[in-house]
Nanobody
């Protein structure tokens, strides 16, 4: 059974940085995508980024491009989302998810239906 556990959420001031972690276990395939999503109160879940195990390719939503960086440490079975220059509109619960696909694609990584496994989420609040 695949399990994902997010951590690292916190209250941070605008302009600050946070690094979220997503510890994975139970993955038995070498081909998967790890996505980060976020959901603000009253809004739909939004795809933020995706990392492909096959070639390390990454994709980002326009709203976070240039500020967020997704990465994966295979030795630690942990994915990360480095978030810089945070804005109040980045406030949300952040989720990591796994899609059993060979790689992410720019035109589909943000579809929640693509992902089979989800973590429980971690709260990020950007406020002064």
């Amino acid at each position: 059974q695949v399990q994902l556990v997010e951590s690292g959420g916190a209250l941070v001031q605008p302009g600050g940085s946070l690094r979220l972690s997503c510890a994975t276990s139970g993955l038995t395939t070498d081909y998967y995508g790890i996505g980060w999503f976020r959901q603000a109160p009253g809004k739909e879940r939004e795809g933020v980024s995706c990392w492909s195990s096959s070639d390390g390719s990454t994709y980002y939503a326009d709203s976070v491009k240039g500020r967020f960086t997704i990465s994966r440490d295979n030795a630690k079975n942990t994915a990360y989302l480095q978030m810089n220059s945070l804005k109040p509109e980045d406030t949300a619960v952040y989720y990591c998810a796994v899609a059993l696909v060979p790689r992410c694609y720019s035109g589909s990584f943000y579809y929640t239906a693509l992902y089979e496994y989800w973590g429980q989420g971690t709260q990020v609040t950007v406020s002064s």
